[in-house]
């Protein structure tokens, strides 16, 4: 099933990757930006799709496809990002009393598992 080979795809790069921790801004080169593009529209089809099947018009199994492939383009920018040695910006919460979140840059290098 088509969910499922995604899931095994997701699964392969996330294998490389260090765990996410934090909320990251979407960053990198420019096959990174491109997915994550890709992502922001598959996202507002999934959206979309929500009340198509809530009405009867679409079968469900869309929006199990819809969100898996989203979370691979996610997976896919970091994985690219990965073999590009770019960094990631992570959005971390602030500490008590900060009126804004950190950004700070990380290496997925660095992190290796």
Not at 64 to 77: E, K
Request: aromatic fraction near 8%.
């Amino acid at each position: 099933d088509h969910v499922e080979r995604l899931e095994e795809w997701i699964d392969v790069m996330t294998d490389k990757l260090p765990e996410l921790t934090s909320f990251i801004l979407p960053t990198g080169g420019r096959a990174s930006a491109q997915l994550h593009v890709a992502r922001t529209v598959c996202r507002r089809a999934e959206r979309r799709t929500v009340g198509l099947v809530q009405d009867g018009v679409c079968d469900p199994n869309v929006l199990r496809y819809l969100n898996r492939l989203s979370d691979f383009f996610f997976t896919a920018a970091r994985w690219t990002n990965y073999c590009e040695g770019q960094e990631e910006i992570q959005y971390r919460r602030p500490l008590r009393g900060a009126k804004q979140r950190n950004r700070v840059q990380v290496s997925l290098r660095d992190e290796q598992k």
